[in-house]
């Protein structure tokens, strides 16, 4: 889930996403997609984005639970793990892709075809690249244009993180 000083939002397993006050315990709103939820939802700003299993990101307005937009992330694509926003620029790593989008338009920017099929965990993002584990590699983009700049085997891995220009990759056995 996904929280700020007012709200807790929460993904649930009936294809539901809530936003519950914090201080009562009130829901304040409900959304119900029409398809699986992918992932936990992520704030950013006043909206929550919250990816769909059949490869949809919806932008919803924080407060009102109001659907803003829903884009496709590219035919046959799957939605698996959280969505990794900076900047204005929402990244979506889906089956066999990683797709940027416009947080604020929906736009799609750029789709790039990834290596590795499946996302283990959420991408992360730092001014210059995007960074993704699949089930046995780690994937390196540029975040201006997507362009693939660096690829290293490594399976299992369990999660990734930027300090300055190196990205560690850990897995449970190793990092």
Do not use: K, M
């Amino acid at each position: 889930g996904a929280v700020d000083e007012r709200r807790l939002y929460l993904g649930l397993t009936d294809n539901t996403l809530v936003a519950i006050d914090r201080e009562t315990g009130a829901v304040v709103w409900s959304w119900t997609a029409p398809v699986p939820l992918g992932a936990a939802p992520t704030l950013a700003g006043d909206r929550v984005y919250q990816p769909l299993r059949n490869g949809h990101l919806v932008a919803l307005e924080a407060a009102s639970g109001r659907v803003l937009w829903e884009r496709a992330s590219g035919d046959g694509l799957l939605v698996f793990t959280p969505v990794a926003i900076l900047d204005g620029t929402v990244f979506v790593h889906a089956t066999n892709g990683l797709v940027a989008f416009d947080a604020e338009t929906g736009d799609r920017l750029w789709r790039s075809a990834t290596t590795s099929p499946w996302a283990l965990v959420p991408p992360v993002v730092d001014a210059r690249f995007v960074v993704l584990a699949g089930h046995d590699t780690i994937e390196v983009y540029s975040r201006a244009n997507g362009e693939r700049t660096y690829t290293y085997p490594h399976g299992a891995v369990a999660g990734i993180a930027f300090d300055g220009d190196r990205a560690y990759a850990a897995s449970p056995n190793f990092a």
